[in-house]
């Protein structure tokens, strides 16, 4: 099959190892060819075509969509579809396609697909990241009525066009799929299943010497109980509540916290540890792929954040790096997701609600009583990731009809 597959992520390539690449790869080795179209700065050009034999690469100029101005993001957003479009058709003129992959966010990308679905006659599948616009909604940053709720109906309708032009739903968790079927009841629920976030794994294991060679690099305590964040520091996160979860375990024995990440609200964080200087607190804004995934060996337990407002099921693919490296993991979050019960259930992790920085407390202390079971956990974790977050299993979600 030609696979088309349309991503708002910056895509460089196949060793990028994550749920995007690793998917690609995977079509590769089953004998199909992916053509990926991602965005790329305007000041690179408006757009430019990389052909690597068995897959192809067209990157198309677009506005700022990781703005911190939410005018210039909106502007850029709303304006994606009709670039991918112009380059689809300048660039795939002569390409027939069987497959159209694409993933939320953004939802603006339905009048491309459109185009090549009744172009190409292709069958289309959406992988279901992010349910948009009711997060925004639910943090604040967008009403149902009022001034705002007329952006809100705006893209609450491209929302419902991308659901009807794809053939198939594929949501991240159990609570995914049955949020979209209760809430678009126009969606027909045989077309919803799970397509897990998924990777290839690669598993590394790491001595105790080469934990601490690792904390010396890195400036963390080699004595300590290393927590780690790693990933998006944004709306989604509540980056004033984390803070206030790292204040609240300061008197907590032997309780350590790395953060690593970016973001509309890194300068948060960046202040407060500027400001206060925590001794149980070290902040990195940015780290190479490839250097994060040394370091996450170097650390005990992962941490995942989410903001107690969402009314959707989110579902962070940040546990997966945490799967792969053994770690068991900690989920703060709203009460509707199911991640913390993933966890949970499969005896990797521990879970709390994130309304009270007290709770996140009790949940390390917790956690800390029971630091002699993390490499059992951790054991665990590695086979759930092989068993159900496997991009085989995405892949064969995807190519079942």
């Not at 408006?46 to 100029?61: C, F, N, P």
């Not at 969509?65 to 850029?76: P, V, W």
């Not at 995914?176 to 629920?189: M, Q, R, S």
Request: with cysteine; charged share 25%; proline share 4%.
């Amino acid at each position: 099959m030609k696979i088309l597959f349309l991503t708002m992520n910056r895509f460089t390539g196949l060793d990028m190892h994550n749920i995007y690449s690793d998917l690609m790869e995977c079509f590769i080795e089953h004998g199909h060819k992916p053509y990926i179209v991602t965005p790329r700065s305007k000041s690179e050009g408006e757009a430019g075509i990389e052909d690597h034999g068995d897959w192809s690469l067209l990157k198309v100029a677009t506005g700022e969509l990781g703005s911190k101005n939410l005018i210039e993001k909106g502007i850029a957003t709303v304006t994606v579809e009709s670039r991918f479009k112009r380059a689809i058709r300048k660039y795939y003129a002569k390409e027939k396609f069987d497959l159209i992959l694409y993933s939320t966010p953004p939802i603006t990308l339905a009048g491309a697909v459109s185009f090549v679905k009744r172009r190409d006659r292709a069958r289309t599948y959406l992988m279901l990241k992010d349910i948009f616009p009711q997060n925004s909604v639910d943090l604040g940053m967008m009403t149902e009525t009022g001034i705002r709720g007329l952006l809100y109906k705006y893209f609450r309708n491209k929302e419902k066009q991308l659901y009807t032009l794809s053939d198939t739903i594929g949501c991240m968790s159990k609570a995914n799929c049955n949020y979209i079927i209760g809430h678009n009841t126009d969606i027909d629920p045989q077309k919803v299943e799970i397509c897990p976030n998924a990777i290839k794994p690669h598993y590394v294991k790491t001595s105790i010497f080469d934990r601490n060679e690792i904390r010396r690099k890195f400036e963390i305590p080699e004595d300590k109980t290393v927590f780690l964040y790693g990933g998006n520091l944004g709306k989604p996160q509540n980056v004033p509540f984390i803070i206030e979860c790292i204040k609240a375990c300061n008197s907590v024995k032997d309780a350590y916290f790395v953060v690593v990440g970016s973001g509309v609200d890194y300068e948060l964080i960046k202040s407060f540890y500027e400001k206060e200087r925590p001794d149980n607190l070290r902040i990195y804004e940015f780290m190479p792929k490839q250097e994060f995934d040394t370091f996450v060996h170097g650390c005990d337990v992962g941490l995942v954040f989410l903001d107690y407002r969402f009314t959707i099921p989110n579902f962070p693919s940040r546990i997966l790096s945490y799967m792969e490296a053994g770690m068991p993991i900690i989920t703060c979050t709203d009460t509707v997701t199911d991640v913390g019960d993933v966890c949970v259930n499969n005896g990797f992790g521990w879970a709390c609600e994130s309304d009270s920085p007290e709770k996140f407390r009790n949940c390390i202390k917790e956690s800390l009583l029971c630091k002699d079971a993390y490499p059992d956990m951790g054991v665990r974790a590695v086979e759930y990731l092989n068993e159900q977050y496997n991009v085989e299993k995405a892949y064969q979600s995807i190519v079942r009809e």
